[in-house]
């Protein structure tokens, strides 16, 4: 019996990448009124992801209609 985590299935996480984190952030800065549905259709992800990366790796957050850095 092994305590280590066998290999799992499915798809890995590829979406947070420092790529995907650059272009959403050019993105966001180019116009701070985008849509987290027009972002993740440019991107083909999730919008689960696209707002994942935009509050928790950007650090914006939503005021005024526009996603601005806290």
């Known amino acids: 019996?092994?305590?280590e985590d066998g290999e799992r299935c499915g798809r890995p996480k590829e979406v947070v990448t420092d790529e995907n984190i650059k272009k959403i952030h050019k993105m966001m800065l180019n116009d701070r009124k985008?849509?987290?549905n027009e972002i993740a259709d440019?991107?083909?992800t999730s919008t689960e992801r696209v707002h994942?990366?935009?509050y928790?790796?950007?650090?914006m957050r939503?005021?005024?209609a526009k996603l601005v850095p806290r």
């Not at 928790?56 to 650090?59: A, D, F, K, R, V």
């Open 62 to 64: 939503k005021l005024c």
């Open 56 to 59: 928790e790796y950007l650090g």
């Open 52 to 54: 994942h990366i935009i």
């Open 42 to 44: 440019t991107l083909k």
């Open 34 to 36: 985008l849509k987290l």
């Open 1 to 3: 019996m092994s305590t």
